[in-house]
């Protein structure tokens, strides 16, 4: 079966940096993606990883170990918009590349 | 449209009815997904079609759940005679295919039932 852990809820100040883990155990890892779900709302792109290493792509950056089974969300100069929750998912190569969620992590930004 | 649109947005269903919920994938899309998502979880996969074959319904929780996608293009996922641990938002995906693709997510479908 598959198993993704991240922690369920994270406080930051905005304008700082902060880090979400995801570890992930899973057969068949086709990837690993990090979508941002606002309350109410559809879960939105973030990042894609399937190689090891850091991808960055402005404000945001995500890092994945294959070897560790270890994803980490970045975020930079965090700004109140940020306050959502972040969910990491692993891609696994049965039903179409169907996505595995971890529980999400809520994140609240504060002044 | 742009996205993936879902109807209706909320749905309050006494226990034992029946409901519909509806998905439009963005046109082209050939993989469809549905999702169910508990309060402060993250979403669980149901079921998989590509174009209009379900090539995948492991995850549907009972038989009181059936999906299908008969032109390969817009979904119903249908729930008979609901019971309470259904209340949940439902979540449709679509995705053109390809290993690294992306799946896009339409607004979900938040049921109660009383």
């Known amino acids: 079966g598959q198993n993704i852990d991240q922690p369920t809820e994270m406080t930051a100040t905005e304008g700082a940096i902060v880090q979400i883990n995801c570890t992930y155990q899973t057969s068949g890892f086709n990837g690993l993606f990090w979508y941002q779900q606002h309350a109410g709302e559809a879960p939105t792109f973030l990042s894609y990883n399937v190689l090891d290493g850091l991808e960055e792509k402005g404000r945001f950056s995500s890092f994945l170990s294959r070897s560790k089974g270890y994803s980490y969300l970045l975020l930079k100069e965090l700004q109140m918009k940020d306050s959502a929750s972040y969910l990491c998912a692993v891609s696994v190569n049965n039903a179409g590349n169907m996505l595995t969620f971890g529980g999400g992590t809520r994140l609240m930004v504060k002044p | ?114």
């Not at chain 2, 269903?13 to 409901?19: E, H, L, M, Y």
């Not at chain 2, 209009?52 to 009972?62: F, I, N, T």
């Not at chain 2, 995906?93 to 339409?106: H, K, Y």
């Open chain 2, 1 to 114: 449209g742009a996205g993936v649109s879902q109807s209706p947005r909320y749905k309050v269903a006494k226990r034992g009815q029946d409901v519909a919920l509806r998905c439009d994938p963005i046109s082209g899309h050939v993989s469809l997904f549905w999702y169910q998502q508990a309060l402060g979880q993250g979403p669980e996969f149901l079921t998989y079609f590509q174009n209009e074959a379900q090539l995948d319904k492991s995850g549907l929780p009972s038989d009181r759940f059936f999906a299908e996608r008969p032109e390969g293009s817009v979904s119903t996922l249908k729930i008979q005679r609901t019971q309470q641990e259904d209340s949940a938002v439902y979540l449709c995906a679509s995705s053109l295919a390809r290993l690294a693709d992306e799946q896009f997510f339409g607004p979900g479908t938040r049921l109660t039932v009383l």
